[in-house]
């Protein structure tokens, strides 16, 4: 079965760059969210879309940007590095609405691994 | 706001032995709960969900789970456990409502002894 592609799986950016992070949910879910797994830490909700509408946002820096397109995949972007950014990035996709009712099972990509030098 | 305790930050089991991960969540609304496996190096995956019905819900890899309204927790149990188990797992929770955020507890790791 198909699942959540994230890429690039590894990105190394140095301090004050900029970085694109891509999302591609699985076929048919219509959700995105992106997470932020710092080392040694558990994952921290970032924000949400739902129909290219941002559904809810979490501790994302004023620093970063994202948003869901019309085929609904998803870009997280990220500018003026810090190397606090350095984390695993996880983003997750779900179907909002199935035929028994609301459903948040949420799928997630393998991750992309931020070094930020 | 909802939160998620896990006690135990890491367990070490020998090869075989039981094991049960502590998990209890705190919300003043009802709550899907979750619990994820993380291996080394690897991405999240869906160990087993409780959404509602039997308090005891199967995963994969022979984990189990008891929901426990009462006490508000959702331990993890494995009757033996093998190497490979060797792991970070994470407990999870979010609102019993649709394109709601996962909100994760601090994860335990689990150490396999042989």
């Known amino acids: 079965a198909a699942g959540v592609i994230q890429s690039p799986r590894h990105l190394i950016k140095e301090k004050r760059e900029t970085a694109t992070l891509k999302c591609y949910p699985i076929p048919r879910h219509d959700t995105v969210y992106w997470y932020q797994q710092g080392p040694g830490q558990d994952p921290q909700f970032l924000i949400s879309f739902y129909e290219k509408m941002q559904s809810d946002k979490g501790s994302i820096p004023d620093r970063f940007s994202a948003q869901q397109f019309s085929d609904y995949h998803s870009e997280l972007n990220m500018s003026s590095l810090e190397l606090g950014d350095s984390a695993l990035y996880f983003c997750a996709s779900s179907l909002l609405l199935t035929t028994s009712g609301p459903n948040n099972e949420q799928f997630f990509g393998p991750g992309t691994r931020l070094t930020v030098l | 706001a909802q939160s998620v305790t896990q006690l135990d930050s890491q367990v070490p089991v020998f090869e075989e032995a039981p094991v049960e991960l502590r998990c209890n969540y705190s919300?003043?609304?009802?709550?899907?709960l979750f619990w994820y496996v993380q291996y080394p190096n690897q991405g999240l995956q869906l160990l087993l969900k409780?959404?509602?019905?039997?308090?005891l819900v199967k995963g994969i890899n022979g984990f189990e789970a008891e929901f426990n309204k009462s006490q508000t927790s959702f331990h993890l149990r494995k009757p033996s456990v093998h190497i490979s188990d060797t792991a970070e797992y994470f407990c999870a929770v979010s609102l019993y409502s649709s394109a709601s955020k996962i909100i994760f507890g601090s994860g335990t790791r689990l150490s396999i002894r042989p």
């Open positions: 919300s003043s609304v009802s709550v899907y």
């Open positions: 409780y959404l509602s019905g039997s308090t």
